[in-house]
């Protein structure tokens, strides 16, 4: 069993500046207590945090293009990966996430990291034109509904950025059937066995014309 990531050997693997891990550092332990009280992240993932949602997050940054200005995270929950990427870059970044207790949290949190976030307490299909160069998500839904969630939240030329486990290839077999989809896929930092999924232009099936 592979020893729990600590938060210098996170910041060995992805130098960020002593503002950053403040933030981070303030986010882990702000998570570590309302976890206690609501159901955030499962209890059994804390002793590894850093690794499990803190560089998990955190390795979507390096996928980002750098033109992107707007990112929405889709069921944000505890923050991840949306939380971490407001500490880790100044994109607007935008929340959604539909249960009022973990918005309160995501509140909490980005005023603990000194971070100015939006969040959006409603369903996605719910939610207003955001207009995101980039859409995350993180163990929400499977491929093809989280690109039915993204495609009215993304502008034009936008990307997804999408957090998977070994089940993605079966996710992009049934996807398929729906979308044409443009992606390519990398290896998790954090777990061998998972993948970020970068979803360029896609569009239905039954469509003629690309769109995101």
Not at 55 to 83: C, K, M, N, T
Not at 175 to 185: C, E, P, R
Request: glycine letters at 6%.
């Amino acid at each position: 069993m592979t020893d729990p990531l600590t938060p210098t050997e996170f910041a060995a693997s992805v130098p960020v500046s002593r503002e950053t891990m403040a933030r981070l550092d303030a986010l882990a332990a702000l998570l570590v207590r309302w976890t206690q009280r609501i159901n955030l992240v499962s209890k059994s993932t804390l002793p590894d945090l850093w690794r499990r949602h803190i560089l998990d997050s955190a390795q979507l940054v390096s996928h980002i293009p750098s033109d992107a200005h707007r990112l929405a995270d889709l069921g944000s929950g505890g923050g991840f990966p949306g939380l971490v990427l407001a500490a880790m870059t100044d994109l607007d970044i935008h929340l959604i996430e539909s249960d009022g207790r973990k918005c309160a949290f995501l509140r909490e949190a980005a005023r603990t990291m000194g971070k100015a976030v939006t969040i959006h307490n409603t369903r996605i299909e719910s939610a207003p034109g955001i207009d995101a160069d980039i859409v995350t998500a993180r163990a929400l839904a499977p491929l093809g509904q989280l690109l039915t969630y993204a495609r009215p939240i993304l502008r034009q030329d936008g990307k997804c950025l999408f957090l998977k486990g070994t089940t993605l290839q079966t996710e992009l077999t049934d996807a398929k059937k729906i979308w044409h989809i443009d992606s390519t896929q990398h290896r998790s930092l954090s777990d061998p066995s998972s993948w970020i999924l970068r979803v360029g232009a896609f569009h239905r099936v039954e469509s003629d014309q690309f769109q995101p």
